[in-house]
Nanobody, 122 residues
Framework: QVRLVESGGGSVQAGGSLRLSCAGA????????MAWFRQAPGKEREGVAA????????LYADSVKGRFAISRDVATNTVYLQMNSLKPGDTAMYYC???????????????WGQGTQVNVSS
């Protein structure tokens, strides 16, 4: 079935960059839309970015627009999240998700990875 595995998380100082990877995004109707969500302690899981199969269209949360970029490599079944100008508020567990609805709403995604932790210090 669909098995998503995130990697690339870690600790970085404010202003730094990280690139997250999501492996296993083989194209199918179930993975038409790929997205990244994040969840900080005590907060709800929120959508960060979403993209279509071709990766030529993307949605971003207002809080990350201009700093984060989602991309998709269909040949390697990999989805990336380039995170620049990181802020302490970006600290969270980041999850890769797959679904069929182009949105940043959690309920529109059917498959989830186990997450990769991102810590931004300042």
């Amino acid at each position: 079935q669909v098995r998503l595995v995130e990697s690339g998380g870690g600790s970085v100082q404010a202003g730094g960059s990280l690139r997250l990877s999501c492996a296993g995004a083989e194209y199918s109707a179930s993975t038409e839309i790929m997205a990244w969500f994040r969840q900080a302690p005590g907060k709800e899981r929120e959508g960060v970015a979403a993209t279509v199969r071709a990766g030529d269209s993307a949605l971003y949360a207002d809080s990350v627009k201009g700093r984060f970029a989602i991309s998709r490599d269909v040949a390697t079944n990999t989805v990336y999240l380039q995170m620049n100008s990181l802020k302490p508020g970006d600290t969270a567990m980041y999850y890769c998700a797959a679904g069929r609805h182009y949105s940043l709403l959690r309920e529109h995604y059917d498959f989830w990875g186990q997450g990769t932790q991102v810590n931004v210090s300042s």
